[in-house]
């Protein structure tokens, strides 16, 4: 039995709770006393500015909050993940993405092992590739020159390459098509390779495990097509196909030479891994210079984590702030809200960041938790966001923490005319803050002339907390700082919530059931067990399939 004492059974559990049970005061209240919040709470790393002045919290708040972390030992945590210790404990593994990005004369042991010295090796075979892809120097089966690169992949094997591929689109590669395909829904695949030309076009098979049921099923696809373009020469795949996984056993049996895959480890999570060997479809668009400066984005952030003392440390910060809510003022979700286009999928990464790491109910000790854990992260870029959902975000009876991310200067290359309408795009990330926080009182509406029994539909509650992280310009080296920003934030309350974050156990009951119930689907096999509402659902799929 674990003595870790349950989470709400701690003292600065409680001081919280008696905390809540005083009141929150509302933002107007707290600005006017206190001004100078906008500035004082306020904290730099590397070159982000993260604004927290627009939340529900006092001095005495955040101080409860940062004995909350103390007493939960967050930083004790960290130092062992920095240290490689098998902080993943229901799968015996380190967690060591920070690794990946460490300069190359770091030194953290995996098992008595630097394993710096592999990341690096590693890195330099992914730039020795992605220049010959980049420069023409390697060819296809034909002797034609790699127009197109197709990423086979799902999950963490998927969603960082092709998040950061948008959000780096400035700085791609542009004579080069990229795709990324994930989905065991033929249409990926079709829609991905229709006007694509076989010799032209390379494939990275991204798996970590290298079992997973929807990119085999996608990659043995891509392979008929390959084949079938280029006239069935097994020897084709060679120059069409490339694998990034920890499993070179698997990748051998698929049929790809071991020289064409390019390795990562199992102290790598999927979910933290677009830093490793996940990364080559970015390095190839972006270049191994632009990666190397992402890379080091997230290093800076990683030592800001690592050395920052508490009261300025943003990702305890950010991580802290989301337990008040979850925790004690009933949030259940949070919404992450960029101006940028460029920034399309970075919500939908930061939904398996968080929710696969934090989705979870019982403790490290395997106790049932008796608290929240992680949120529903949910989002799109922010002006779209408005001319939809903003509305139950104002007006609505739920409370929405939301981050609003914004850059100074829009990318160089648009034209004058589109580099003018940035200051309207940050107007109105500004204006949403503001309205989400101050809101319009019913004196306010009123003083406008407006109609009384239209003053309750006119007001504006306000009180709808925000952080608001700004950086000069999208660079990758931002990017980088963004996502382990992220990561860490993660990081802090899963320490909080005592939680494994970095296992995924949740994922598995549906991909063991598919595999069970695939036959009857396609065979009409009986499957023995099968409950009687999937049964009839399964039932009539094959009815409708054969009308
Ligand atoms: O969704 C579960 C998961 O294991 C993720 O954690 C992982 O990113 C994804 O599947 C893909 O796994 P793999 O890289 O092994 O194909």
Sequence with gaps: MSDTPLLTRRPQWTALEDHRAQGVPGLRE?????????????????DLRVDYSKHLVTDETLALLQELAEATDVFGLRD??????????TEG???LHTALRAPRDAVIEVDGENVVPKVHAVLDKMADFAERVRSGAWTGHTGQRIRNVVNIGIGGSDLGPAMAYEALRAYTARELTFRFVSNVDGADLHEAVRDLDPAETLFIVASKTFTTIETITNATSARSWLLAGLGGEEKAVAKHFVALSTNAEKVTDFGIDPDNMFEFWDWVGGRYSYDSAIGLSLMIAIGPDRFREMLDGFHRVD?????????????????????????FLDAQSHAV???????????AYLQQLDMESNGKSVDREGRGVEWQTGPVVWGTPGT?????YYQLIHQGTKLIPADLIG????????????????DLLMANLFAQGQALAFGKTADEVRAEGVPEEQVPHRTFRGNHPTTTILAAELTPSVLGQLIALYEHKVFVQGAVWNIDSFDQWGVELGKVLAKRVEPALTEGADVPGLDASTAALVAAYRDLKEV
Excluded at 337 to 347: A, D, I, N, R
Excluded at 407 to 422: C, G, I, N, W, Y
């Design 303 to 327: 030592e800001h984590f690592r050395t920052a003392p508490a009261e300025a440390n943003a990702p305890l910060l950010l991580g802290l702030l989301g337990v008040w809510y979850g925790n």
């Design 384 to 388: 779209n966001g408005q001319h939809a």
């Design 93 to 95: 593994r380190a967690v």
């Design 80 to 89: 062992a993940m920095f240290r490689g210790e098998k902080i993943n404990t």
């Design 30 to 46: 707290l600005f006017a006393a206190d001004p100078a919040r906008a500035e004082r709470y306020v904290v730099r790393v590397g």
């Design 337 to 347: 809200l960029p101006y940028s286009h460029y920034l399309s999928k970075f919500t």
């Design 407 to 422: 850059f100074a200067r829009p990318v160089a290359e648009l034209s004058d005319d589109l580099k003018a309408q940035h």
